[in-house]
């Protein structure tokens, strides 16, 4: 059977609603489709699990509280960078009434993850890739400084990663949460230099903390150079060291670091015992 493609309206016309109906089920990722020129379309297919209950609309836990598949919403979004349509998922999660950090943690990385699951399996190009990396960071951009607690600060926090690592954008997921708990924060990014990132430390007001994040093995070695710079600068700023390269809290000290980051609940605790005493 060939899996033709099939406009808005004739989809319009099949699920008996509006056409921006349809056309809201495809930006929110609730309904796949994709561009043909200037045009929407809906894969046959698609539009056939859609009528059934199945596919992006499903239910993530048959018999449990409707729970919509936002990652795999959002993921095919991103895939056809889609930006606008993205946009949507995140803000349909939202007013479902999940917060900023449900929103990161089980929507965005989720999504990103099998993105590059699939283009480590060459089922997509690397320029996908990219271009889905770029969008997320647009997105968080908008989203995340909504979040930005109003009020007195409880200090601030210097984040970044070492030199030679390139993966920024968990480290700004992670910004933006701790940014949310009423923190001031300032955000290196990747590949900071360990002079540039103890500079930062030095010249930064009320400093409470440094967060060092480490995805890959081959920049350890400039992650412990990063740690012992900033604490031979400033001797009393606690350094938490994390990321998918750190295997834990006796790692995190064998670095050079005081704590493991172990996952964001666990920082953002610490961080506050902090701003207690």
């Known amino acids: 059977m060939v899996d033709t493609d099939i406009s808005l309206h004739d989809v319009a016309e099949a699920l008996h609603v509006h056409y921006m109906t349809a ?5 929110e990722g ?25 596919g992006l609309s499903a ?3 048959a018999g449990k509280r409707q729970q919509a598949p936002w990652a795999e919403r959002l993921e095919a979004r991103l895939i056809e960078g889609d930006e606008r349509g993205a946009l949507d998922v995140f803000e349909a999660a939202l007013r479902a009434g999940h917060d900023l950090q449900y929103v990161y943690l089980q929507v965005l990385s989720p999504a990103l993850v099998a993105i590059g699951y699939r ?15 770029n969008i997320a960071m ?6 995340g400084s909504r979040f930005a607690r109003r009020g007195v600060s409880k200090g601030t926090i210097i984040m970044g990663a070492p030199a030679g690592e390139e993966h920024a954008l968990a480290i700004a997921m992670l910004a933006d ?3 949310s708990q009423g923190w001031d924060v300032h955000d290196l990014g990747a590949n900071m230099p360990a002079h540039s990132f103890a500079q930062a430390v030095q010249q930064s007001n009320d400093v409470v903390a440094v967060c060092v994040g480490v995805t890959v093995e ?13 604490k031979g600068s400033s001797p009393g700023v606690p350094v938490y060291v994390g990321g998918a390269a750190v295997r834990g809290h006796d790692h995190a000290q064998v670095l050079g670091g005081d704590f493991w980051a ?9 961080l506050n015992e902090h701003a207690r005493r």
């Open 23 to 27: 056309y809201r089920y495809v930006r």
């Open 30 to 54: 609730i309904l796949p489709g994709h561009k043909v020129g200037r045009s929407w379309c809906v894969r046959k297919s698609d539009l056939e699990q859609f009528q059934k209950g199945n």
């Open 59 to 61: 239910t993530a836990n």
């Open 119 to 133: 283009w480590q399996q060459g089922e997509l190009e690397i320029f996908v890739e990219h271009r889905a990396s």
């Open 138 to 143: 647009r997105l968080m951009s908008q989203v």
């Open 177 to 179: 949460l701790v940014r």
């Open 218 to 230: 081959g920049s350890l070695p400039a992650a412990r150079e990063t740690i012992a710079t900033v």
């Open 262 to 270: 172990g996952n964001v609940d666990s920082l953002i605790s610490s």
